[in-house]
């Protein structure tokens, strides 16, 4: 069995082959670099990191002997495992972060051993400068720790309070990305957080936090790895008729739609959905007003559906449910062209429905639809 795993990103950005091969190659340096002892406290032995060359089905025979060379290359302390490895990295910026980011972040063997201190920092960080990343180990994990704080503290919220920098997020430093600047301080604090916290963390949220630092690395370089991730966000981020989800908890929804909103604004180009719009009879307000938000299309416009002459307000809107829509169920609308209009009521309420058509009309000629 290899060694080798295919980590869930790649097959959710649809990464080329060229980029798995760059990824391997890293692991390959970093595996080299242990001893015998290094290498039993992460349960594997030298053959296996030898049988797993030869046998993975997708290196090409001339790559699997480059492989094979680096291999001998750093066991043997020699510097030329540097050219040997250049020519592994993939010649694409935004692949090559996109994979410097795994080497850093998720590395499945070295949960013991320290990536950011000490020899192998030095030899991960002269991987990083192969890779023209801009950034160090620690400059990485420290980020990635902020950004995973600022999930887990429910803080994210979007471009409105500066937590998203457009661009490569990791030029020059971190210090500073969710802090206005606020300097080394909690650059060491969240680096204490990845050696601490970040082991009893929440998986799911640091693969959320992984996706968004993914996203925002590469979104001027590969744009395209950008929209798979948001799209990916948005999806999850998709309420039921209830407002809730059947997979996510609800503080988890939250984490995503902020996700989402965060990395929608910075984004390369504005995303949203072209999808046919749902039928939100019987959805609740509140479920109808976050579904409209993910997927582009903004607040929507209420109106009572009983009581025309004075809408009642709505304070809790959980308990107010969706009676009509304009446009209807099924038609498209550009995200952001305009609002959608929903006309609510309590559940157990009667509607006068040609007076409600009416209604619905007149509001949907006032927006120019």
């Known amino acids: 069995m290899s060694i080798f795993r295919t980590p869930t990103l790649f097959d959710l950005v649809d990464a080329p082959r060229e980029a798995l091969l760059s990824l391997h190659a890293g692991e390959t340096v970093l595996l080299g670099r ?66 410097s980011l795994h080497w850093c972040l998720r590395n499945p063997w070295f949960d013991e051993i320290n990536l950011s201190s000490g020899p192998m920092a030095t030899l991960l960080d002269t991987m990083l400068e192969i890779t023209r990343l801009e950034a160090s180990v620690v400059d990485v994990q420290g980020s990635y720790a902020a950004l995973a704080q600022e999930i887990a503290d429910g803080k994210l919220s979007g471009t409105e309070e500066g937590l ?14 969710f802090t206005f600047g606020a300097g080394a301080g909690l650059l060491g604090k969240a680096s204490e957080w990845v050696n601490g916290q970040a082991r009893q963390a929440d998986a799911w949220i640091l693969e959320l936090a992984m996706q968004c630092m993914t996203a925002l690395t590469v979104s001027e370089t590969r744009p395209e790895i950008h929209r ?37 604004a910075e984004g390369p180009a504005p995303e949203g959905s072209t999808d046919p719009l749902p039928d939100f009879s019987d959805w609740t307000v509140r479920a109808a007003k976050q579904y409209c938000e993910v997927e582009g299309h903004g607040e929507p416009l209420l109106m009572d559906a009983v009581q025309f002459d ?57 927006l120019g639809g």
């Open 34 to 99: 242990l001893d015998d002892e290094d290498l039993d406290s992460v349960g594997m032995e030298r053959g296996a990191i030898d049988r797993s060359i030869r046998a993975f089905p997708h290196f090409t025979e001339q790559e699997q002997q480059k492989i094979l060379d680096l291999l001998e290359a750093v066991r043997s302390r020699s510097i030329e495992w540097i050219p040997l490895f250049g020519e592994l990295v993939h010649d694409d910026e935004g692949w090559r972060d996109f994979v």
């Open 310 to 366: 004075g809408p009642r307000g709505i304070w809790d809107d959980s308990k107010w449910v969706v009676r009509a829509q304009r446009p209807s169920a099924g038609s498209t609308i550009e995200p952001g062209s305009r609002p959608v209009v929903l006309a609510y009521s309590r559940p157990f309420e009667g509607l006068r429905l040609p007076l409600l058509r009416r209604h619905l009309d007149d509001a949907e000629a006032g």
């Open 164 to 177: 998203f920098l457009a661009g490569n997020v990791l030029a020059g430093a971190a210090v500073g990305w």
């Open 228 to 264: 798979a991730i948001v799209q990916d966000i948005r999806a999850k981020a998709r309420p039921d008729a209830s407002g809730g989800s059947t997979r996510f908890s609800e503080r988890q929804l939250r984490m995503l739609r902020s996700a989402y909103a965060g990395l929608n």
